[in-house]
């Protein structure tokens, strides 16, 4: 049967050394640093995960970041992405690594002022988290080129300046953790990207500033504010 309206292109992320992956869903898990989540008021203890999407084309590639309307207070957030090559249910931790297709660097961009209000009021968070071109990303790196990194700097400057910086071993809930967790709610397939979490020294940015994310053995994200 033909569809009564032209199909909108599926979103796709570029992979080093060519080809494109494509994106089924976007996952992704809070507070998964513990200063991060004292920095966000939470607890820093291992509390249980919890989770929330972006849209699938809301990943965006291009390095630039265009300043959403109606927000005066927009977050970097820096983060592992872990892009699967394979999906399923109640999957076991020990398999959970052999459905990673790669890695990725990742910026979490949120609307503070927008999340803010609605914790205060009890409301869901997708209008302070999932925007348009929300989360930029750099190329995906296949793991069967660098393993699977559980250890290693990630940072975020802002114009140069520090702002970021952790080590993936910081996580709370390691890779194979979220995907086997994330398992128990959700059917996980194939183009499913999970972001992971982000370290503490979250902030604003501005217009015209630029953005460098690195994750030592991953890549780095280089993103103009526009």
């Known amino acids: 049967m033909s569809y009564v309206i032209d199909p909108p292109p599926r979103p796709a992320l570029p992979v080093r050394g060519g ?3 494509p994106v089924r869903r976007v996952y992704c898990i809070g507070r998964n640093y513990a200063a991060h989540a004292v920095e966000m008021g939470g607890d820093p203890n291992r509390e249980p995960p919890f989770f929330f999407q972006k849209n699938p084309d809301d990943l965006d590639p291009s390095g630039r970041f265009p300043y959403p309307r109606r927000s005066r207070n927009v977050h970097h957030e820096v983060e592992l ?12 931790v020990e398999r959970a690594l052999a459905l990673v297709w790669g890695y990725a660097v990742a910026i979490d961009m949120t609307r503070r ?9 009890q409301r869901p968070w997708e209008v302070a988290k999932a925007f348009a071109r929300s989360a930029p990303i750099g190329e995906l790196v296949p793991a069967s080129a660098i393993g699977h ?13 520090l702002r970021q910086e952790g080590d993936l071993a910081q996580m709370i809930w390691k890779v194979p953790e979220i995907v086997a967790t994330l398992s128990q709610y959700f059917t996980l397939a194939p183009g499913d990207v999970i972001l992971t979490g982000t370290p503490s020294g979250v902030g604003p940015v501005e217009r015209g500033q630029r953005m460098r994310a690195t994750i030592e053995g991953v890549g780095e994200l280089e993103v103009l504010v526009v």
Request: aromatic share 2%.
């Open 19 to 21: 080809g494109l992956f």
């Open 81 to 92: 992405a872990v892009a699967l090559a394979a999906g399923g249910e109640e999957i076991p």
């Open 113 to 121: 002022d927008l999340q803010d209000e609605a914790k205060k009021l």
């Open 149 to 161: 990194p559980s250890r290693g700097r990630i940072a975020l400057e802002v114009d140069g300046a």
